[in-house]
């Protein structure tokens, strides 16, 4: 029997791409590099801030200034977070059901543990017993760690979990981490996307159907 529900934050819970958008050509327009559309960025993100700065600057660019630019774009995102972020439709309405069935619900993001935690508090203040954001100095997902801390710090046992995120990184993440999983196609993956990246054909479309998963 299931008992706590994990979400991915960016993709699954909330829209943040103009957010992102924002702060990423924020970052570019410093070294006068092209900047990146909305598209663009969705495409880019799903392994952390790092690797979406490492997507898009221009190929070749060196580490030295990869940092600087990851650097300028966490001081933009921190100082205008929530600005052009929101929930998906039905979301707010989906984690108050399930809790009044009895679940307890987490989150587990490659998304800074600060954001992170700012986004959730502000967003859904009240809903989540357990939040989970990245560390600079410890693995991301597909990496085990991130689940293994929560999980740890939960006491729930790995079958009484279930992971629902919206990229193929998020199913290598359960998978590396055994964890029962579903993945959604109304976030940053359509679903002709990701039936070519992933193995599962268990791919929901709406936040409705959630829902109908844990009745």
């Known amino acids: ?13 909330v829209d943040t791409l103009d957010d992102l958008r ?7 327009t410093k070294y006068s590099f092209p900047l990146k559309s909305r598209e663009e960025i969705r495409k880019a993100i799903g392994n952390g801030t790092i690797k979406l700065i ?8 060196s580490e030295e200034v990869l940092k600087e630019l990851h650097k300028t774009f966490k001081e933009f995102y921190l100082s205008n977070i929530g600005e052009g972020t929101h929930p998906y439709n039905g979301i707010t309405s989906l984690l108050i059901a399930l809790k ?9 993001s ?20 357990f939040v989970q954001g990245s560390y600079m100095d410890q693995p991301k997902k597909p990496d085990p760690y991130l689940f293994d801390k929560l999980i740890s ?3 729930f046992k790995k079958e009484e979990i279930t992971y629902i995120g919206d990229t193929n990184v998020d199913e290598e993440s359960a998978i590396n981490s055994n964890l029962d999983y579903v993945l959604v196609s109304y976030g940053y993956r359509t679903q002709n996307e990701l039936y070519k990246q992933v193995k599962t054909r268990n ?12 009745k």
């Open 1 to 13: 029997m299931k008992k706590l529900i994990l979400f991915d934050l960016d993709g699954t819970l």
């Open 54 to 61: 490492e997507r898009s600057a221009p190929e070749g660019t």
């Open 22 to 28: 924002k702060a990423v050509n924020f970052a570019l």
């Open 100 to 108: 009044t069935k009895g679940y307890k619900i987490g989150v587990v």
């Open 153 to 155: 710090e939960s006491k």
């Open 110 to 129: 490659n998304k800074d543990h600060e954001p992170t935690t700012r986004i959730i508090n502000d967003m859904f203040p009240g809903l989540f017993d």
């Open 203 to 214: 791919i929901i479309n709406s936040v409705k159907e959630i829902d109908s998963i844990f």
